[in-house]
């Protein structure tokens, strides 16, 4: 069975700060895997798809890469709105979440 | 405008049974694949079931032989039947549109809270 593995499982940033988070598969996923950000008490929000595809409607300053085992996530300038969860999903076989990332500010 | 809407959570004894709908305005959910997510208090997201725009199902270990996701298609809605519950079935559920099955889950509905508890 394939493993999602992501760190860090926490992390405190400032706005207007670059993050990234990393998202690690046991074996090669080619590029199926996407991104969700969750803010408490609310369903999950779809952010990158096919590793780097941006969703229609999610900030240009959300971006993905990766192929094969390794991916990120990149924020390129915290905004307050994106402190929340992110999680990578991949779909290469029947669904699978990492454990999760919290974000939270400094 | 696309909406899914979840119903049928609540609080059941251990080894009871459960039955979730998802109702869904602005598309067709049997034109669609379809999948149930499910969330632990203060957990991550974990996937439970899915089921692709032929009929064909499939589900998480954890559920397995538990759990069965089915649809009403004139009704246009998703459902999860939930038999022999355990406590460790406590969460958060969710449906949501899964696009083309591989490229995310693009809808989410809001959740519907099962507790399994004596």
């Known amino acids: 069975d394939i493993q999602m593995t992501q760190s860090p499982s926490s992390l405190s940033a400032s706005v207007g700060d670059r993050v990234t988070i990393a998202c690690r598969a046991s074996?090669?996923?080619?590029?199926?895997l996407n991104w969700y950000q969750q803010r408490p008490g609310k369903a999950p929000k779809l952010l990158i798809y096919a590793a780097s595809l941006l969703e229609s409607g999610v900030p240009s300053r959300f971006s993905g890469s990766g192929s094969g085992t390794d991916f990120t996530l990149t924020i390129s300038s915290l905004q307050p709105e994106d402190f929340a969860a992110y999680y990578c999903q991949q779909t290469y076989t029947t669904p699978l979440f990492g454990q999760g990332t919290k974000l939270e500010i400094k | 405008e696309v909406q899914l809407v979840e119903s049928g959570g609540g609080l059941v004894q251990p080894g009871g049974s459960l039955r979730l709908s998802c109702a869904a305005s602005?598309?067709?959910?049997?034109?669609?694949?379809m999948s149930w997510v499910r969330q632990a208090p203060g957990k991550g997201l974990e996937w439970v079931s899915l089921?692709?725009?032929?009929?064909?199902?499939y589900s998480a270990d954890s559920v397995r032989g538990r759990f069965t996701i089915s649809r009403d298609n004139s009704k246009n809605t998703l459902y999860l039947h939930m038999n022999s519950l355990r406590a460790e079935d406590t969460a958060v559920y969710y449906c949501?549109?899964?696009?083309?099955?591989?490229?995310?889950?693009?809808?989410w509905g809001q959740g519907t809270l099962v507790t399994v508890s004596s």
């Open positions: 602005g598309f067709t959910v049997s034109n669609n694949y």
């Open positions: 949501a549109r899964d696009r083309n099955g591989v490229y995310g889950s693009d809808y």
């Open positions: 074996q090669s996923i080619s590029n199926y």
């Open positions: 089921i692709y725009s032929d009929g064909i199902t």
